[in-house]
């Protein structure tokens, strides 16, 4: 049962501090967005990439946020340091850029962070 | 800049009943347009999409009608079930000559089934 998956699914920090979320892609996959989702935003997209190349991180702050896939098999996304207004679910998803009928996405199941 | 609106912002329709959901768009390179439907506590899935070369489309239950010289899509659901109880997000990409290049999301219509 292929999935992507995503650590932690929930993490409760303090602001100042960092954190770091990994994504597992889905075998054969080459494409990896990540994605945030709070109330008043809907979904933002961060950052994504293509064949493991960031190809667009214009929708996160550079100061503070990044986004890397030191692997095929492995992306992180690292903040900080971090902000209570970092609190909201990040979700990993990802894809096959040549996956011209579908053009599916399939995302994991978040991450919930909390920044006190 | 939100280049794809979506409407209602929630919705609670009697079981049975029509769900209806709108969204619009401003960029006219857009050539992709799916929904995705999103329980509590997991990521979203894609439900059904269409490309602007059709004016609808139905899976079942679920229907996307589109159109193309108003920039706007919406999603039906046919006799709309307590389980089709979710949020669900259009979207919309520039799909080239790549199939999943960046969807831009809709901001969700929370929709509620009651019996």
């Known amino acids: 049962d292929a999935r992507v998956t995503q650590t932690p699914r929930h993490k409760v920090t303090e602001m100042g501090q960092e954190v770091t979320m990994r994504c597992q892609p889905i075998l054969g996959h080459n494409t990896v967005f990540w994605y945030r989702q709070t109330m008043m935003q809907g979904l933002e997209l961060l950052a994504y990439?293509?064949?493991?190349?960031?190809?667009?991180d214009s929708g996160m702050p550079k100061d503070r946020f990044s986004a890397e896939m030191p692997d095929a098999t492995l992306a992180t996304l690292k903040i900080q340091p971090s902000e209570p207004r970092d609190s909201a679910v990040y979700f990993c998803?990802?894809?096959?850029?040549?996956?011209?009928?579908?053009?599916?996405?399939?995302f994991g199941e978040g991450s919930r962070l909390t920044v006190l | 800049q939100q280049q794809v609106k979506q409407s209602p912002q929630s919705l609670i329709v009697q079981k049975g009943g029509i769900s209806i959901i709108n969204c619009a768009y401003e960029n006219t390179a857009f050539d992709y347009f799916p929904w995705y439907q999103q329980f509590p506590g997991k990521g979203p899935a894609l439900l059904i999409a269409i490309r602007p070369d059709v004016s609808e489309k139905k899976e079942g239950r679920f229907t996307i009608s589109f159109n193309k010289s108003a920039k706007q899509f919406s999603l039906h659901i046919m006799d709309s079930q307590p389980g089709d109880s979710a949020t669900y997000f259009c979207a919309a990409s520039i799909r080239s000559n790549f199939g999943n290049e960046k969807l831009t999301f809709g901001t969700g219509t929370r929709l509620t089934i009651i019996p």
């Open positions: 990439f293509r064949n493991r190349a960031p190809l667009d």
């Open positions: 998803a990802s894809g096959f850029s040549l996956d011209t009928i579908t053009g599916e996405l399939f």
